[in-house]
T-cell receptor, first 109, second 113 residues
């Protein structure tokens, strides 16, 4: 069965420290993976998708098929990065997106 | 602003009742997906509509049904409400097909008493 696992419910780091939000997935085909973010009092929005290979707001994520991981990284955390982050997997048919349970990132000043 | 509007924002129902939730998307967004988000969990896929036809369904019983209309609006209907149906219901729409970026609404908070 397809599954997305985010092992940390809460991650707290100091401003300026590196951030890594973990995401592991199980899927037998070729997945498309995403990170979504929800800032306080805002709606869920796409942060980045692996096929774009972009860096958004300083965040990057690399798909590691061997480890079935798609960890989100940022070298220097900023206070405005505090939010809820969800890793998500889209099946090849594009008809279903599976979300992880989310990690709350808190950046301490 | 993404232009995806959901109504109502909050709703209280009793067990056994029926509910209809609505979503209005931007012009050209021919794909709409509905999700259920329980407290402390990520969104769970209910179903997706593409050009007014169901295009995929998650592990939800048939009492969860939907419609998509030509004017880019859609509905989620839930019959015979149960206490566990209490959750935030999100709709998300995509322009140009299911493979494109989904834009989320703010959600409808449903409480079943």
């Amino acid at each position: 069965a397809q599954r997305v696992t985010q092992p940390e419910k809460l991650l707290s780091v100091f401003k300026g420290a590196p951030v890594e939000l973990k995401c592991n997935y199980s899927y037998s085909g070729s997945p498309e993976l995403f990170w979504y973010v929800q800032y306080s009092r805002q709606r869920l929005q796409l942060l980045l998708r692996h096929i774009s290979r972009e860096s958004i707001k300083g965040f990057t994520a690399d798909l590691n098929k061997g480890e079935t991981s798609f960890h989100l990284k940022k070298p220097f955390a900023q206070e405005e990065d505090s939010a809820m982050y969800y890793c998500a997997l889209m099946k090849g048919s594009a008809s279903k997106i599976i979300f992880g349970s989310g990690t709350r990132l808190s950046i301490r000043p | 602003e993404t232009g995806v509007t959901q109504s109502p924002t909050h709703l209280i129902k009793t067990r056994g009742q029926q509910v209809t939730l609505r979503c209005s998307s931007q012009s050209g967004h021919n794909t709409v997906s509905w999700y259920q988000q329980a407290l402390g969990q990520g969104p769970q896929f209910i179903f997706q509509y593409y050009r007014e036809e169901e295009n995929g369904r998650g592990n939800f019983p048939p009492r969860f049904s939907g419609l998509q209309f030509p004017n880019y609006s859609s509905e989620l209907n839930v019959n015979a409400l149960e206490l566990d149906d209490s959750a935030l219901y999100l709709c998300a729409s995509s322009p140009g097909g299911p493979q494109n970026i989904q834009y989320f609404g703010a959600g409808t908070r449903l409480s079943v008493l």
